[in-house]
């Protein structure tokens, strides 16, 4: 193996994200990835870049936080927002994919690429001498994860995380449900479950009595905020669902002209719209519990579930007092790491810091320092917030307008300062870009 070789730990979103960036730079990569040989608790595909939970990458919205941190890493010739495109479902305005095609789409292009090996086998061991990116995710493996508190000489901090169930398509009782999006928003991509107050009573209080997963003696819960299991917001209050996954607001009943008082929505899973997700119903309860109470739904009464929704550990360093900007460890700079372990929650935001693991490798290789991008746009909203010392314990972050650098103008508009978010962000970017000389002309295949 080539010293002139960077390492890559983990085949997700991050360290794939990070290989095409190096890869197209002309670097060479080594990526390590321990399926099949290996699953975790929550992976079930062999293919790189599997998609664990929803297959919903947020919205595509140019107006939108995560509108934003798309086209940020489109202009940066994203892989994985190339390949999510190109395995895109309708979703209303956001981004939805096949997750076996996109996942295809990613591993197709990788391994096209002459300077790239494969390596299917677990890597338990930080290799010495080489640049070497983190990117294990939140269910690094025991092995690697001793390793890694090691090196740090902290421990993890650690939340845990939801997945939600899928619905068969053709046990969903289409006489019972409609198609809408909120608002009107975008297409009408969304099937619609509507509730009843007393059918929503019923359902709530199922919910809150169901059996649930035991916890092992040693773990501890900690929600994370912004993906909490659906029987815990329920146990927040009587209508703590009907304002938030379950809010009716701008889905009318198209049979009955009204309102109903919840809605459950289900959005589609693949191509052939044969899979539907239960949107926002990720869930500890046990299975049986599930099929149970989630059948209590109108539409849902005969539902068969190709997969039941789970709750797993995930873990993140406290990449504050951790990273460098660079993503680089402050006492081991041959050490970066990226992804979801970093501390950024969801999908994009973790490829967004595969990506800046992967283009600050690549500066380093050739002999440059790449400068973090400013503050005003999302990639560097997200730096600044995963590497900077909070004023409270650290906690993951989804990308939002609160973490980008704020302005002056005095707007009360709500759309006005999106805008001027999403403006000011572009013009960032263009001028980092330039000033970094990350154009086309840079690239050395």
């Known amino acids: 193996m080539k010293s002139a070789q960077v390492i890559i730990i983990g085949g997700g979103l991050a360290g794939c994200e990070a290989a095409w960036q190096l890869l197209r730079r002309g670097h060479s990569v080594c990526l390590y990835e321990m399926k099949p040989q290996k699953f975790s608790p929550a992976h079930k595909m062999e293919s790189l870049a599997e998609l664990v939970c929803s297959n919903s990458l947020k919205s595509n919205s140019p107006d939108s936080a995560p509108g934003l941190l798309k086209n940020e890493m489109r202009s ?66 025991d092995a690697l994860a001793n390793q890694i508190t090691e090196l740090l000489g902290s421990s993890y901090l650690y939340f845990y995380d939801a997945i939600a169930p899928i619905v068969e398509a053709n046990s969903i009782d289409r006489k019972k449900v409609y198609w809408a999006s909120r608002y009107d928003k975008g297409t009408p991509d969304y099937l619609n479950c509507p509730l009843s107050e007393e059918e929503y009573k019923i359902f709530r209080r199922e919910l809150l009595a169901g059996e649930k997963m035991a916890l092992k003696p040693f773990e501890e819960i900690r929600h994370f905020e912004g993906c909490l299991p659906i029987e815990i917001s329920a146990a927040r209050g009587k209508n703590t669902l009907a304002f938030g996954p379950m809010k009716p607001v701008g889905l009318p009943n198209p049979a009955t002209g009204k309102t109903p008082y919840a809605v459950v ?77 970093t501390g950024v929650e969801g999908y994009l935001e973790s490829a967004a810091m595969g990506l800046l693991a992967g283009l600050n490798a690549a500066f380093i290789k050739e002999g440059r320092k790449l400068e973090p991008p400013p503050e005003a746009t999302a990639l560097g909203a997200l730096i600044h917030y995963i590497t900077c010392k909070p004023s409270m314990s650290f906690q993951p972050m989804n990308i939002n307008f609160g973490l980008l650098e704020k302005h002056q103008e005095n707007k009360t508009n709500k759309k006005d300062k999106k805008r001027i978010y999403v403006e000011t962000a572009h013009h960032a970017l263009n001028l980092w870009m330039s000033s970094q000389k990350l154009n086309q002309e840079s690239i050395k295949v």
């Open 265 to 341: 929505q289900l959005r589609r899973e693949n191509y052939a719209a044969t899979l539907f997700n239960m949107v926002g119903f990720q869930t500890k309860l046990t299975w049986p519990e599930q099929k149970r109470i989630f059948r209590l739904i109108p539409g849902l009464e005969n539902a068969h579930f190709a997969r039941y929704g789970s709750i797993h550990r995930n873990t993140y360093i406290d990449s504050p007092s951790l990273l460098q900007k660079s993503l680089q460890l402050k006492t081991k700079p041959n050490v970066f790491f990226a992804g979801q372990i």
């Open 76 to 141: 940066l010739n994203s892989l994985i927002m190339c390949a999510a495109d190109a395995a895109a479902v309708s979703a209303g305005s956001a981004l939805a994919v096949d997750r076996v095609t996109f996942s295809q789409n990613v591993e197709k292009k990788l391994c096209a690429e002459k300077n790239f090996i494969l390596i299917r086998k677990e890597c338990a061991n930080i290799p010495e001498g080489f640049l070497t990116i983190i990117a294990t995710g939140p269910l690094t493996s």
